[in-house]
C-alpha cells in the first residue's frame, strides 16, 4: 500500500476531522502525495462549517519518521528543481495549518521524527503519548531542517537549546517537551488520538468566531510590536462584542447555561 493522508470523522466526533498519516511498513514517511493531500484536505475543512477542530495522527501507533531517504536519494539524480518543489509542497501543508481558522490538535505515539517533528510543532496545540519521542535528525544525514522546524523550534525553546536539538539531533523525550510547554498535555500510551478527539470536543463548545481570532492573534503576536497588535486586540474585540458568538456568549453566561453556537 502507498503512502496517503486518510481523511475520517469518527463516529461520535463527528465535528472533528482527522487526518491520519499512513505509510505502511515505513513509519509513516512523508510522500508529496500526502502534501497535496492535506492541502486539500484543510481547503475543505476551512469551507465546512460543520468541522470545529483537526486531528493530525499517524497510522499504526507511529506518528511520522519524516522524509524517505531513498526518495531523497533518489532526487539527487535529478534537478535540483524537484526537490525544491517537494518542499514548496510540504511548506504549503504547513502554511494551511497555520492559516486554517480552526484549532489543528498534533496527537503524536511512537515518535516524530524530521518533517514528523515539524508537522506536530506546526499544529495549534498538541498532545503526546508519555513515551513518545521527537528528533530533528537532519544533521544526523548531511541535511537541514524544512518544513518550518527551524522556525517552530528557535520560537518555542530558548536559541541555546533549540540549536542542540538540531545540531545534535538526539530525541527528546515528551515529558521534557511537555516541561519546556511545547506539548500541551501528556496521555498514556496508545491514548493519545483519544486524548486529542476527547480535547477537540471540548473545544467544539467554544464560541468558532472566538477561536479563528485568537488563532490569528497569536499567529502575528511574535511578529508585530505591541502598539501594532493592541490595535489588533482592539479591532479583533470590536467585531467580537458584534458577533452572534459574541451576544451568545454573554447571554448565556448571565443566564447560567452553557452557550450554543451556530
Not at 458577533?243 to 450554543?260: N, S
Request: net charge negative; charged share 20%.
Amino acid at each position: 500500500m502507498s503512502a496517503e493522508l486518510r481523511s475520517t470523522r469518527p463516529q461520535g466526533h463527528e465535528s472533528t476531522l482527522v487526518l491520519t498519516l499512513s505509510n505502511p511498513g515505513a513509519r509513516n514517511a512523508l510522500h508529496p502525495d500526502m502534501y497535496a493531500a492535506a492541502i486539500e484536505a484543510f481547503d475543505s475543512a476551512e469551507r465546512d462549517n460543520s468541522l470545529r477542530a483537526i486531528v493530525l495522527t499517524g497510522a499504526d501507533n507511529f506518528f511520522c519518521a519524516g522524509g524517505n531517504l531513498n526518495r531523497l536519494l533518489e532526487n539527487r539524480a535529478r534537478d535540483p528543481s524537484v526537490q525544491a518543489a517537494s518542499i514548496d509542497m510540504l511548506a504549503g501543508w504547513v502554511t494551511a495549518m497555520r492559516q486554517c481558522s480552526k484549532p489543528v490538535i498534533a496527537a503524536v505515539e511512537g515518535a516524530a521524527a524530521g518533517a514528523g517533528f515539524s508537522l506536530a510543532l506546526a499544529a495549534d496545540l498538541l498532545v503526546a503519548a508519555e513515551d513518545a519521542k521527537f528528533v530533528m535528525s537532519y544533521a544526523r544525514v548531511g541535511l537541514t531542517p524544512d518544513g518550518g522546524g527551524s522556525w517552530f523550534l528557535a520560537r518555542a525553546l530558548p536559541r541555546q537549546l533549540a540549536t542542540e536539538v538540531m545540531l545534535e539531533g538526539k530525541p527528546i523525550g515528551a515529558a521534557r517537551l511537555a516541561e519546556l510547554g511545547v506539548v500541551n498535555r501528556l496521555a498514556k500510551p496508545h491514548t493519545a488520538l483519544d486524548a486529542a478527539l476527547a480535547w477537540a470536543d471540548d473545544l467544539a463548545k467554544i464560541s468558532p468566531n472566538s477561536m479563528t481570532r485568537i488563532k490569528g492573534l497569536v499567529n502575528v503576536a511574535d511578529a508585530q510590536p505591541l502598539a501594532e497588535h493592541l490595535v489588533a486586540e482592539r479591532e479583533s474585540f470590536v467585531a467580537s462584542l458584534h458577533h452572534r458568538d459574541g451576544l451568545e456568549g454573554m447571554t448565556a453566561f448571565l443566564e447560567k447555561r452553557a452557550p450554543v453556537y451556530k
